[in-house]
């Protein structure tokens, strides 16, 4: 009995999920906790242009001459591939979007898709996406951004100052020496911090307007904060 419980709690109608946080705030494990447990599709934007572009497809033809100019991937087509991705069948019963939308265009985009979408046991065509915020201080995503490491032999990722490695600088696995990425260093981050806060401020402005945005406190362990999650989704799930 408690094996079909669980299965038929993950095989509910959630409808689509919006998880918006800066870098560091934990939104993409957030984002993979949330689709294992409703076995709901995860979808970055980052990981449509990625597939689009080592299969080959026309749309990742189009959008890697773009990469390769050095420019942006115009929304046209990042919409494109969003879209593809959104009328594959796993998507019936929900989703989750990881970065995605990005921009207020984008987030009218979506509305629009999603007012002539019927998702399984959908009542109301028209319900607003459920948007949650993980909110982190400005303070702690420092510490979690430039305190990271990694190896470069196995992968491995620490943290000098939540999860250090046994020898100061050597990974546990191989004792490989640990590496910072040029993306972790102070003065990249506040500068992508900044641009983040610019960028989601207008489309936080946008979904709180349209109702169903929700924020909770992502300082929390990530269970905790994963826990919260859920308990916001199941609350307001189709």
């Not at 038929?8 to 800066?22: F, H, Q, W, Y």
Request: aromatic fraction near 6%; include cysteine.
């Amino acid at each position: 009995m408690d094996g079909q419980a669980t299965l038929n709690e993950r095989m509910v109608t959630v409808g689509s999920i919006i998880l918006l946080g800066a870098p560091g705030a934990g939104k993409g494990t957030q984002a993979k906790k949330i689709a294992g447990h409703y076995s709901i599709p995860h979808i970055s934007t980052g990981d449509l242009l990625r597939d689009h572009v080592a299969r080959g497809s026309e749309l990742g033809k189009k959008a890697k001459a773009i990469m390769e100019r050095g420019d942006l991937v115009p929304d046209d087509l990042v919409l494109a591939m969003v879209e593809e991705r959104l009328n594959r069948p796993d998507c019936s019963r929900g989703f989750i979007g990881d970065g995605f939308p990005r921009t207020v265009k984008q987030a009218e985009w979506l509305d629009q898709y999603l007012s002539g979408k019927v998702f399984e046991n959908q009542r109301d065509r028209k319900l607003a996406p459920i948007v949650i915020n993980i909110a982190v201080g400005y303070n702690q995503l420092m510490r979690r951004l430039t305190g990271r490491r990694s190896c470069p032999t196995c992968g491995r990722i620490y943290n000098v100052y939540s999860q250090p490695p046994s020898v100061d600088e050597l990974c546990d696995v191989d004792g490989g020496k640990l590496e910072t990425r040029r993306d972790d260093r102070e003065e990249v981050i506040a500068e992508r911090l900044k641009a983040y806060e610019a960028q989601t401020r207008p489309l936080t402005e946008y979904y709180r307007a349209r109702g169903q945005y929700f924020e909770i406190d992502g300082d929390q362990t990530p269970d905790a904060v994963s826990a919260e999650v859920t308990k916001i989704i199941d609350g307001h799930r189709l």
